[in-house]
């Protein structure tokens, strides 16, 4: 089945600090989407990419859907304690199934 | 703006009692997800409904089942429950007809512990 390789596991910065984490899978997406979950709570969707190439910002985060359509990155800039949580890719496919990476646990010192 | 409701937020049972989950999507919402998240783990798919029929089926075992009711609320029903069966379930919504978006929105999660 569909698998995302979502890297890196886990990552603990300093305040103030820009964030890289990115998901490739051997799948080809229609879409990409990214979220935030802090523990307890349900998945919060961060953005949304439609097309390959799409670069897309909100607020601090950015985030790009890879040309081959495989692959995603999402980049935090200026990393404030707020920013702590699970951050997870998933990728939409036939526009009804959603497939998530493992996850990105993001530690922030300040 | 209205969010994808579930309730009851948390749920305490004992093996092989039964369980019922509820959500209620977003407004003019059509289709509704069940994810199953165990501890450290990420969502895992268990089944989704678009306009009140089943869509697509995951890993979601015998023992559950879920529908999709005429005011597209939805609940899952858990028979017989597990010990394994403790997990974080959550409901997403999204939009699909006439090609829309398909962005999934959760819910804040029902927790099930089963002792």
């Known amino acids: 089945g569909q698998q995302l390789n979502q890297s890196p596991q886990s990552m603990f910065i300093q305040e103030g600090e820009d964030v890289s984490m990115n998901c490739t899978s051997s799948s080809i997406f229609n879409t990409w989407l990214w979220y935030k979950q802090e523990p307890g709570e349900g998945p919060v969707l961060l953005i949304a990419?439609?097309?390959?190439?799409e670069l897309t910002s909100n607020g601090r985060l950015t985030a790009q859907f890879g040309i081959t359509r495989k692959d995603s990155f999402l980049n935090i800039s200026a990393s404030i304690p707020s920013d702590v949580g699970i951050y997870f890719c998933?990728?939409?496919?036939?526009?009804?199934?959603?497939?998530f990476g493992a996850g990105t646990i993001l530690r922030v010192k300040s | 703006a209205a969010g994808v409701i579930q309730s009851p937020r948390h749920l305490i049972k004992e093996k092989r009692e039964t369980a019922t989950l509820k959500c209620y999507p977003i407004?003019?919402?059509?289709?509704v997800y069940w994810y199953q998240q165990g501890p450290g783990q990420d969502p895992q798919f268990l089944i989704s409904f678009y306009e009140k029929m089943q869509s697509d089926k995951g890993s979601i075992p015998d023992r559950f089942s879920a529908q999709q009711f005429s005011d597209y609320h939805s609940e899952l029903n858990m028979s017989s429950l597990e010990l394994g069966d403790s997990a974080l379930y959550f409901c997403?919504?999204?939009?699909?007809?006439?090609?829309?978006?398909?962005?999934?929105?959760f819910g804040e999660g029902s927790r099930l512990t089963v002792l």
């Open positions: 407004p003019r919402h059509d289709t």
């Open positions: 998933a990728g939409l496919i036939d526009g009804n199934k959603l497939v």
């Open positions: 997403a919504s999204s939009f699909r007809r006439g090609g829309g978006p398909g962005e999934l929105f």
């Open positions: 990419l439609y097309k390959a190439g």
